[in-house]
């Protein structure tokens, strides 16, 4: 069965606090993605990789950070965790085919207080 | 730029009624649309896909028709049931690049 895995399903940490979420797939894929999810706001893509050590903006990167050292796994690091970062984070992996199948993670919700 | 807008929730029905989840796209060239649904406590997965206009996705039950004319992709069901209650995202991938555009999604309730 494939599968994207997220590190932490629940985390609380204090504003200021540095904070990272890992995710991992075992597909081979090449592209990555990190999103946000919020009541009345949708998804909203945070950054995306496409290749090893490749990252790229998507439509909300302040505040945040990735890092793509290993093609499966694909980081997103919150350098001083704010209030306003609390949310559900979901991770998602796909071909280079362009298919728009993603393959997504169960999510990470984080509250900072 | 491109863009998904679908029918804001929550949607509630009662059992075996019908359902039509509203999704219409701003895309230019010749997007390739889709359904998510994303059950609670869990991430999205695919529901289902269209690639080219008067396509018709299905699966579990749900259809959906891309109809190129109204620029739409419909989520239908004839008879939904309590484990369809989720939330659902209609998107789309245009050939320009692979970042895939969301709806804000519509959470749907069925009750017994």
């Known amino acids: 069965d494939v599968k994207v895995t997220q590190s932490s399903r629940y985390l609380v940490k204090r504003t200021g606090e540095k904070v990272f979420l890992e995710c991992v797939q075992d597909?081979?894929?090449?592209?990555m993605f990190w999103y946000r999810q919020d009541p009345g706001l949708g998804l909203r893509l945070i950054y995306f990789?496409?290749?090893?050590?490749?990252?790229e903006k998507g439509d909300i990167p302040e505040g945040y950070s990735v890092s793509r050292e290993k093609k499966e796994r694909f980081s997103l690091i919150l350098e001083s965790a704010s209030t306003n970062q609390t949310s559900m984070y979901l991770c998602?992996?796909?071909?280079?085919?362009?298919?728009?199948?993603?393959?997504f993670g169960e999510g990470s919700r984080l509250t900072v207080l | 730029g491109d863009s998904v807008t679908q029918m804001e929730g929550p949607v509630t029905l009662s059992e075996e009624a019908c359902l039509t989840i509203?999704?219409?796209?701003?895309?230019?060239?010749?997007?390739?649309l889709f359904w998510y649904v994303q059950y609670p406590g869990e991430g999205l997965q695919l529901l289902l896909k269209?690639?080219?206009?008067?396509d018709k996705g299905s699966n579990k039950g749900f259809e959906a028709t891309y109809r190129k004319e109204t620029t739409s992709f419909h989520l239908e069901k004839g008879s939904v049931q309590v484990s369809d209650s989720a939330v659902y995202f209609c998107?789309?991938?245009?050939?320009?690049?692979?970042?895939?555009?969301f709806g804000k999604g519509t959470r749907l309730h069925i009750l017994p």
């Open positions: 509203n999704c219409t796209y701003t895309a230019t060239g010749y997007p390739s």
């Open positions: 998602a992996s796909t071909s280079g085919a362009r298919t728009g199948e993603l393959f």
């Open positions: 990789s496409y290749d090893v050590k490749m990252k």
């Open positions: 998107a789309l991938i245009t050939n320009r690049d692979d970042k895939i555009i």
């Open positions: 269209a690639t080219k206009a008067d």
């Open positions: 597909m081979d894929h090449e592209n």
